[in-house]
């Protein structure tokens, strides 16, 4: 953009949000803001003696510029509605917890465990930061739910609640591994403690305090047979009723023989029993298991349409606004939606001007038209004033949510090769305590027992399971610290499998926040630059917006006289007496072949020109693309037109597919299609419109701007700047497999040694003592150095 | 040797105690939040109203 020159004024920055101050003269004591909501929040603050709040962090606040409608929360009037969300009440207090998405540094948290100062009949507010909450506690004969929301959104913090916040059950935290690792900790480490007497020999005149000591062991063992194991009992059962043998199996047939011939010994006094080897594996692989199963707070993988939806609408009743939960709506209900809401159910429009923003549902961020009789579909918001809608779908059947429900995802996945192996390693081991029981029948029966229980003792594939979970572990963990988060373990498995790659065009492979402007038509001077951007600037629709970022001046002293917004067509107003009018082609009176979204400006009624925006590719879309192609196919998959398909076709290569102009379902069978060729197909996507797709692939990657956003329903969840390195990420997961079958070797070894002694029924605790801990630790150690290693070789943090 | 008994139930008593520490702190959520009370620590809490200190 040439010839801005002078007129460049680096604005001040808001007090309260840290925005450039597009708009002067918003100025208390002497600060500036950005709008008028971010002024009347620092006074809130400021009068209440809260100002440690500005102290902690520079600027803090959230940017106040797009308003929230005043009756927003009225529905928490309604009492069915407050009770369906409220977690406590008796006849005094109210307990509460809200979801409040904004926080984000410790001067929200200074503020908002404060909240007491702001509304005396708040008694408490505890926040919990991970989890982005704020329980409050208040006297609701004081004050209500609904005056607690709204002082929330007054000070920035805008509560978010969705139709997600109607089932009742919130997700219980479960902490029963930690518990089970615990005490299988506990156990393990004194168990070992009793037993060296046992091992260094214990004088014949002691007999007694040997017995005690064994006695204590067994009491030992007791919470980690019946309690810490429990998850290998029941997890073997489940594989066990669906007729397949899971890892699991034999390490709950092994625990369970180590744990009765261990008793035997003690009960007859025939020997010390193996109970600190038991206690051990079980810790370890608690621990393994543990360091798998990580979850993430501040995400969820499983979210539907109902955490996108609002908990309640406004019903239009004999002329008036009845705010009603979501799930009452009927078909032929009018409903008032208003600006920047959802729209909830597919319905006709049937008041208003609608100006639909779409991105939840296609990803495209440029607000369509729908005129007065045409449909409107649930998912897009309403970004200009109020429309009614009269809906013809009741909400679970409406399209988007019809979309969401698709679960014919047959082909469950296949089954890890973990579990394969250990099939054969099971098979093994039941031969090789044959053979022993065959031989020692022959030659001395009296060893059959011993042996046959030391082979089951020793062979217990927990190595296997050991250097499998220790391994996912480390690289799921390897992956988070690079903002690319797995569901679950077995998904390194998918990833490292895939053969084709489809990206979605839209959200994906482009920005959703940035756009490139070019403008087109007769030259505007630097003085016409600086007016339409005074004028963009009184408006909050995101192409003014981006007009104003693009241009990249200051209103300076230009003041707008007669502003007019045309909801829908463009906006107006005089600026130094000159009549500017800024919009779609219609209200510039010209016409023009259509080619993306462009935006007419004229002066003094005569069109100057139009600023055309087009999508921006990400930066490292050609490099990623480029390497791509050598190891997969891929395809690139957009619901828009095929304007960009000469530039795709060069990013992405000859042999790309690429696709255009397809619906959310198109998408699904696309996908389908590639998986009946025998393709492993990964679908990268963003949108509530990927979805189907996301589900139906082999893999499917949700990528987020913040990773505290929302995603669809996914496989995994990469960081939008992280999709840079997604070929290292699944060469890492590659990586992943020769791990463990490298730990699965080792383990082999240890086992043969243990074995040895086994079959000739000599093995002493003392050497499964020796054997058990020392090959869990080196298959711990080995995991650790390999993917910390492969790590460092790809270049990744 | 029966000292050795009284050693054993000793020790054994310690390390329960610690097991009862560690599930207790786990079953308050103690690792929940690793952000909050740290930055609660430092905040200026001298003009608190009595409300918020009855509540603590």
New interface residues.
């Given amino acids: 953009m040439p010839g801005t020159g002078k007129d460049i004024v680096s604005p001040p920055l808001c007090a309260h949000c840290g925005e450039a101050c597009i708009t002067q003269g918003i100025i208390l004591e002497d600060k500036f803001f950005c709008c008028e909501g971010c002024k009347m929040v620092y006074r809130i603050i400021n009068q209440n003696?809260l100002c440690?709040y500005y102290d902690l962090n520079a600027a803090p606040g959230i940017t106040q510029s797009v308003k929230v409608r005043e009756d927003k929360f009225a529905f928490l009037d309604n009492e069915k509605i407050a009770d369906r969300l409220i977690s406590f009440k008796d006849e005094k207090q109210t307990h509460i917890t809200f979801y409040l998405p904004q926080m984000h540094c410790?001067s929200c948290?200074?503020l908002l465990?404060?909240l007491?100062?702001l509304n005396?009949a708040v008694?408490?507010s505890t926040?919990?930061?991970?989890?982005k909450e704020a329980e409050v506690?208040f006297l609701h004969h004081n004050t209500s739910l609904r005056k607690i929301a709204e002082l929330l959104t007054a000070i920035g913090y805008e509560p978010y609640i969705s139709l997600n916040d109607l089932k009742q059950t919130r997700p219980v935290?479960d902490?029963s591994t930690?518990?089970q690792l615990?005490?299988a900790g506990?156990c393990f480490?004194?168990t070992m403690?009793?037993s060296f007497p046992e091992y260094l020999g214990v004088d014949a005149g002691?007999e007694g305090?040997r017995n005690?000591f064994r006695w204590?062991n067994l009491v030992l063992s007791l919470p980690v047979f019946f309690y810490s194991a429990l998850p290998f009992y029941q997890s073997s059962w489940k594989s066990l009723k669906h007729g397949f043998l899971n890892i699991d199996a034999p390490i709950a047939l092994a625990v369970m023989i180590t744990f009765v011939r261990s008793l035997w010994e003690v009960i007859s006094g025939s020997g010390g029993g193996y109970f600190d080897s038991m206690s051990g594996i079980v810790f370890f692989m608690l621990a393994g298991r543990l360091l798998q199963d990580r979850t993430y707070?501040q995400l969820s993988f499983e979210r539907d349409y109902s955490s996108y939806f609002p908990i309640a609408v406004s019903v239009m009743k004999e002329g008036k606004e009845m705010p009603t939960l979501l799930p009452e709506i009927k078909i032929n209900d009018t409903l008032l939606i208003h600006n920047e809401e959802l729209i909830p159910a597919d319905g006709i429009l049937t008041r208003g001007k609608a100006f639909i923003d779409y991105s939840f549902v296609t990803g495209e961020s440029l607000p369509v038209r729908k005129e007065v009789g045409e449909m409107v579909y649930a998912g897009g918001k309403q970004t200009a004033g109020n429309i009614e809608i009269l809906t013809v779908k009741a909400v679970a059947q409406s399209y988007l949510t019809q979309l969401w429900n698709r679960h014919d995802r047959a082909p469950e996945k296949a089954k890890s090769f973990v579990h394969q192996v250990s099939k054969y390693f099971t098979l093994v081991v039941f031969t090789i305590a044959t053979v022993s029981a065959v031989y020692w029948q022959i030659h001395d029966p009296a060893k059959i027992w011993p042996a046959v229980t030391a082979v089951f003792i020793i062979a217990c594939p927990c190595a296997l399971l050991l250097a499998n979970s220790f391994t996912n572990g480390h690289i799921l963990r390897i992956l988070v610290r690079n903002r690319f988060y797995l569901r679950k373990a077995g998904i390194i498995e998918d990833v490292s499998k895939v053969t084709h790659i489809v990206f979605d065009k839209t959200g994906t492979l482009t920005s959703p926040g940035e756009q490139t402007i070019s403008y087109d038509g007769t030259p505007l001077t630097a003085t016409q630059k600086a007016q339409i951007a005074a004028l963009a600037s009184c408006s909050n629709h995101p192409l003014s917006k981006a007009i104003v970022k693009h241009l990249g001046l200051t209103a300076g002293n230009l003041t707008v006289q007669g502003f007019v917004e045309k909801p829908g067509e463009g906006i107006e107003g005089f600026i130094n007496d000159a009549w500017i009018k800024i919009g779609s082609p219609a209200s510039s009176s010209s016409s023009s072949e259509k080619k993306g979204t462009s935006v007419y400006v004229s002066i003094e009624n005569k069109t100057m020109g139009c600023f055309r925006f087009s999508n921006r590719y990400r930066d490292f879309v050609p490099s990623l693309l480029k390497q791509l192609q050598k190891t997969y196919s891929l395809s690139v998959i957009s619901g828009d037109n095929a304007f960009e398909e000469e530039n795709l076709r060069r990013l992405a290569g000859k042999k790309s597919a690429l696709l255009f102009h397809q619906k959310p379902e198109d998408k699904l069978n696309y996908i389908q299609s590639l998986q009946k060729k025998g393709e492993r197909v990964m679908m990268i996507g963003d949108g509530l419109n990927d979805a189907g797709a996301l589900q139906q692939s082999d893999t499917g990657i949700a990528v987020s701007e913040q990773t505290n956003n929302f995603t669809p329903a996914s496989d995994g969840i990469i960081a939008a700047d992280q999709l840079e390195w997604l070929d290292r990420f699944i060469r890492l997961c590659r990586i992943n497999r020769k791990i463990v079958i490298a730990s699965f070797i080792l383990s082999i070894v240890y086992n043969i040694i243990g074995l040895y002694f086994a079959v000739q029924g000599t093995l002493s605790p003392l050497i499964a003592a020796i054997l058990m801990p020392s090959s869990s630790l080196s298959i711990v150690l080995l995991t650790f150095g390999a993917s910390n290693g492969a790590a460092a070789a790809l270049k990744l943090k | 040797m029966s000292v050795i008994i009284i050693l054993l139930i000793a020790s054994i008593s310690v390390a329960l105690l610690f097991l009862i520490a560690f599930l207790w702190s786990v079953k308050t959520g103690q690792f929940e939040d690793d952000f909050s009370p740290s930055s609660r620590i430092l905040f200026d809490d001298k003009i608190h109203s009595d409300k918020t200190i009855k509540s603590r």
Avoid: M
């Fill in positions: 003696g440690s410790s948290l200074y465990e404060n007491a100062r005396p008694i408490s926040v919990n930061f991970t989890r506690i935290i902490r930690i518990f615990g005490v506990f480490g004194n403690l009793l002691e305090l005690i204590a707070r």
